[in-house]
C-alpha cells in the first residue's frame, strides 16, 4: 500500500513515504478500520478511508497515551491498494519463548537477550542508524507480531523508530550478529490499544 494519515483538522500522522513508495504490510496486523477499508480495494485501486476512534486507536476521551502515529479520535487515510499477495509462513517461535531463559542476559532496563550467532562487526548501531534486518517478532505465546519474511527476507529499519526494547538491543549488536532478546511490556507497546500485550520476542539478524 502507499498511504497518508491525518486528523479530521489536517495534521498528518504517518505515511508509507516515511518508508518508500510503498510499504507491504498484513492485513490482520493494521487497525480495524484501515483492514476493513483495504479488504474492500481491488489492486490499483485509492480510496480515502474516514476511520472513526473505536476502529482506530480509540477515542479522544479514553485517557490513553499513544505514541505520536497512533493518535486518539476520528482518522482520515487516504489509500492506494499498489497489490496483494498470500503472505509467506514466517518461522516459530523459539520453542522457550515463553519464559526468559535462566542462561540469558540481562540489562538493567529488563530486557534480556541471548547470543545466537556471533558477529564479524566491531561498530554498534545508533539511535540515528539505519539498519538492515532479518527479524521475526512474536507474542510470549507464540503468535507472530511481525516478520521480514513478509518483505523478502529483509528489511531497513530506523534504530528510533523501533520500540524501546529492541533499539536498546540494537545498539548492543555488531554486523553480523544474531541474537534472540525478550522485552518486557514496559519496553514493548506498553499497553497501547491494537497492539500485542505482555511480553514479546524477537529474533534478528544484523546485516
Same mark, same amino acid.
Request: hydrophobic fraction near 40%; charged fraction near 25%; glycine fraction near 10%.
Given at each position: 500500500?502507499?498511504?497518508?494519515?491525518?486528523?479530521?483538522?489536517?495534521?498528518?500522522?504517518?505515511?508509507?513515504?516515511?518508508?518508500?513508495?510503498?510499504?507491504?504490510?498484513?492485513?490482520?496486523?493494521?487497525?480495524?478500520?484501515?483492514?476493513?477499508?483495504?479488504?474492500?480495494? #481491488?489492486?490499483? @485501486? !485509492?480510496?480515502?478511508?474516514?476511520?472513526? *476512534?473505536?476502529?482506530?486507536? +480509540?477515542?479522544?476521551?479514553?485517557?490513553? $497515551?499513544?505514541?505520536?502515529?497512533?493518535?486518539?479520535?476520528?482518522?482520515?487515510?487516504?489509500?492506494?491498494? #499498489?497489490?496483494? @499477495? !498470500?503472505?509467506?509462513?514466517?518461522?516459530? *517461535?523459539?520453542?522457550?519463548? +515463553?519464559?526468559?531463559?535462566?542462561?540469558? $542476559?540481562?540489562?538493567?532496563?529488563?530486557?534480556?537477550?541471548?547470543?545466537?550467532?556471533?558477529?564479524?562487526?566491531?561498530?554498534?548501531?545508533?539511535?540515528?542508524?539505519?539498519?538492515?534486518?532479518?527479524?521475526?517478532?512474536?507474542?510470549?505465546?507464540?503468535?507472530?507480531?511481525?516478520?521480514?519474511?513478509?518483505?523478502?527476507?529483509?528489511?531497513?529499519?530506523?534504530?528510533?523508530?523501533?520500540?524501546?526494547?529492541?533499539?536498546?538491543?540494537?545498539?548492543?549488536?555488531?554486523?553480523?550478529?544474531?541474537?534472540?532478546?525478550?522485552?518486557?511490556?514496559?519496553?514493548?507497546?506498553?499497553?497501547?490499544?491494537?497492539?500485542?500485550?505482555?511480553?514479546?520476542?524477537?529474533?534478528?539478524?544484523?546485516?
Amino acid at each position: 500500500v502507499s498511504y497518508t494519515g491525518r486528523t479530521p483538522d489536517g495534521r498528518q500522522f504517518d505515511s508509507s513515504t516515511a518508508h518508500g513508495e510503498a510499504l507491504s504490510v498484513r492485513v490482520d496486523h493494521l487497525i480495524p478500520g484501515f483492514s476493513q477499508g483495504l479488504k474492500m480495494m #481491488v489492486p490499483g @485501486e !485509492k480510496r480515502r478511508l474516514w476511520i472513526p *476512534a473505536r476502529l482506530g486507536y +480509540g477515542e479522544l476521551d479514553s485517557n490513553i $497515551e499513544t505514541a505520536p502515529r497512533q493518535p486518539l479520535g476520528d482518522l482520515v487515510f487516504d489509500v492506494e491498494l #499498489v497489490g496483494f @499477495e !498470500k503472505a509467506p509462513t514466517p518461522p516459530a *517461535a523459539p520453542k522457550d519463548a +515463553g519464559a526468559i531463559p535462566a542462561d540469558a $542476559e540481562r540489562s538493567a532496563s529488563g530486557l534480556a537477550w541471548r547470543v545466537v550467532e556471533a558477529g564479524t562487526g566491531t561498530d554498534h548501531p545508533l539511535d540515528t542508524s539505519m539498519i538492515e534486518v532479518s527479524y521475526t517478532l512474536w507474542t510470549a505465546d507464540g503468535e507472530v507480531v511481525d516478520s521480514s519474511v513478509f518483505r523478502n527476507g529483509r528489511d531497513t529499519l530506523g534504530v528510533m523508530r523501533l520500540i524501546p526494547g529492541w533499539s536498546e538491543g540494537m545498539k548492543l549488536m555488531v554486523e553480523g550478529e544474531r541474537r534472540v532478546f525478550w522485552i518486557p511490556e514496559d519496553l514493548a507497546f506498553q499497553g497501547a490499544p491494537h497492539r500485542p500485550a505482555g511480553m514479546l520476542i524477537v529474533d534478528v539478524k544484523f546485516h
